[in-house]
């Protein structure tokens, strides 16, 4: 399963089934699992693990150091799931020894051609990255998200859950669950409705996190007017616990 071209180091551990494209390069501290298709013209490096039945297209590079001055060789990782499809020319980078000291990359991502995860991002389950999506260091992706080409995300931004951007979108401050946002500046243009239903939520469900978007973004409160609201709202609906914990935990401010 391995093409007679490929390099692959002796120390690797690949799984019995897992295929190996031409001229790819595998190293030491590499671990795949098994499915898993590897294509031509990949390079694997750095104590990266990648689970199973992942598919990850030519001329990508997956576990190189990151780029960040301060790194030190520090052996830090790059841990990548199951189920992914990562198109060409993706870049993912190990973690940094400021930070928790891995990148990682969940299960049941469909990340498209050119995307870049910087060190120490965390990226959750279910997400579409479109052409092009570039992700500084240390951010935070939520389950569900979807990025549309070209969006980019400042350092230690986070991105909720279901949200979506749409094209050429620049995020420098936090985007809140469920909010569709775009724009350079970032602005958001209500909730994402239709990803929700798709995702089985329930019609009461929607209507209570459009009534708190219209609360986060529509009712004239302060931030921290608004955030006494949502606590007051999330005693009826449960649902708005993953927005209220997010607002909680912001250090850089939302985009608003």
Same mark, same amino acid.
């Given at each position: ?8 180091h /002796? !120390?690797?551990?690949l799984?019995d089934d897992?295929?190996?494209?031409a001229y790819? &390069?595998?190293?030491a501290?590499v671990?795949?699992g098994a499915?898993?298709?590897v294509g ?11 689970g199973a039945h992942?598919?990850?297209f *030519?001329?990508s +590079?997956?576990?190189?150091? /990151?780029? %960040? ?5 520090? /052996?830090?990782k790059l841990e ?7 198109r060409?020319f993706c870049t993912f =980078?190990?973690?940094?020894a400021?930070?928790?000291g891995?990148t990682?990359l969940? +299960? ?5 051609a050119?995307v870049h995860?910087?060190h %120490?991002? *965390?990226v959750g389950n279910?997400?579409i990255?479109? =052409?092009n999506?570039? &992700? ?6 939520g ?9 980019t ?5 986070r991105?909720?859950a279901h949200v979506i951007t ?7 401050? !936090?985007?809140? /669950?469920?909010v569709l946002a775009?724009? =350079?500046?970032?602005?958001p243009?209500?909730? =994402?409705?239709?990803?929700?239903k ?6 009461p469900?929607?209507?209570a996190i459009?009534r708190?978007?219209?609360t986060l973004?529509?009712s004239?409160?302060t ?5 006494a609201?949502?606590?007051? *709202? ?6 708005? *616990?993953?927005l209220?914990d997010?607002?909680?935990?912001s250090e850089?401010?939302i985009?608003r």
């Open positions: 399963m391995i093409h007679p071209t490929a390099i692959v /002796p !120390d690797a551990r799984a897992v295929e190996v494209g790819t &390069l595998i190293g501290d671990s795949i499915g898993t298709v031509p013209h990949v390079v694997i490096n750095g104590h990266t693990t990648i992942n598919r990850i *030519q001329f +590079s997956l576990g190189e150091i /990151p780029q %960040d001055k301060k790194y030190a060789n520090e /052996p830090t990548i799931g199951d189920h992914n499809t990562i060409e =980078n190990l973690g940094t400021q930070d928790v891995v990682r969940g +299960s049941h991502n469909w990340i498209m050119y995860l910087a %120490d991002c *965390q279910h997400t990255f479109a =052409n999506a570039q &992700l500084a260091g240390h951010v935070h992706i389950d569900y998200a979807i990025l549309g080409g070209f969006t995300v400042h350092q230690f931004v991105v909720g749409g094209l050429g979108t620049a995020l420098l401050q !936090d985007l809140p /669950p469920y775009s724009g =350079n500046p970032c602005a243009h209500g909730i =994402n409705s239709e990803g929700l798709r995702r089985g939520f329930a019609s469900a929607i209507m459009k708190a978007y219209k973004y529509k004239g409160l931030l921290t007017e608004a955030k609201a949502l606590q007051l *709202q999330l005693q009826e609906h449960p649902e708005l *616990q993953l209220t997010f607002l909680a935990a850089r401010g985009v």
